[in-house]
């Protein structure tokens, strides 16, 4: 699969990037505060450093046959953020992450995504558990990760240079299946 599929949940659509996201997408990026624990850099992106991890995040799904979908709120049309799997070369294992931006924050969007992904990755590629990444200090993304069934683990330091530790959080079918975000996925 090349393409990745639109997938509807609750509030949210779950769609491939299209080029008319870039501008958010690097705009957001931008901000150090949201930028701070989902890039490498620990910081706020250039533009040019935005567009190549857009990129990366689009291409991802022609490399592996999967990867981020845009997040989409199906109240405004907006795009808000991504989510989904990644599994990188030399990464320890498949990964569900999320990053809502933060005007839409605080309200369950980053769950409800990663619950319809981790669905997705369930029935279309038969993944039966995925990590999250998460830096001991984001409390707002150990939330999300202990909402979708999730448990800490070991830490692990990426392989990239000046690389901060992260803890490996893992959630299994089952762990998930009991969860509050599946259940809310499926009211």
């Known amino acids: 699969m090349t393409q990745p599929p639109t997938i509807e949940a609750p509030r949210l659509i779950l769609r491939a990037f299209r080029a008319e996201d870039v501008e958010t ?3 957001q990026m931008a901000d150090d505060a949201f930028a701070t624990f989902i890039t490498r850099e620990g910081r706020g992106l250039s533009h040019g450093e935005s567009w190549q ?3 990366s995040l689009a291409g991802h799904w022609v490399a592996r046959g999967f990867g981020n979908f845009a997040v989409e709120e199906k109240a405004s049309g907006a795009f808000i953020g991504h989510v989904g799997p990644l599994e990188p ?3 320890p294992a498949f990964e569900i992450g999320w990053g809502i931006f933060p005007s839409h924050q605080g309200k369950g969007y980053a769950s409800e995504a990663a619950a319809a992904a981790f669905r997705w990755a369930h029935e279309a590629l ?3 558990e995925t990590l999250h990444m998460i830096d001991d200090s ?4 150990q ?4 909402a979708l069934g999730a448990e800490p683990g070991e830490m ?3 392989f ?3 690389a901060k530790p992260v803890r490996k959080w893992r959630t299994t079918w089952e762990a998930f299946t009991a969860s509050p975000a599946f259940a809310r996925l499926t009211m």
């Not at 984001?138 to 993304?141: D, F, G, L």
């Open 126 to 128: 038969g993944r039966t």
């Open 156 to 158: 692990w330091t990426p």
């Open 160 to 162: 990239w240079p000046d």
């Open 143 to 146: 939330k999300v990760a202990r």
């Open 89 to 91: 070369p030399g990464w």
């Open 53 to 55: 991890r857009f990129c």
């Open 25 to 27: 997408f690097c705009a």
């Open 138 to 141: 984001n409390a707002a993304s």
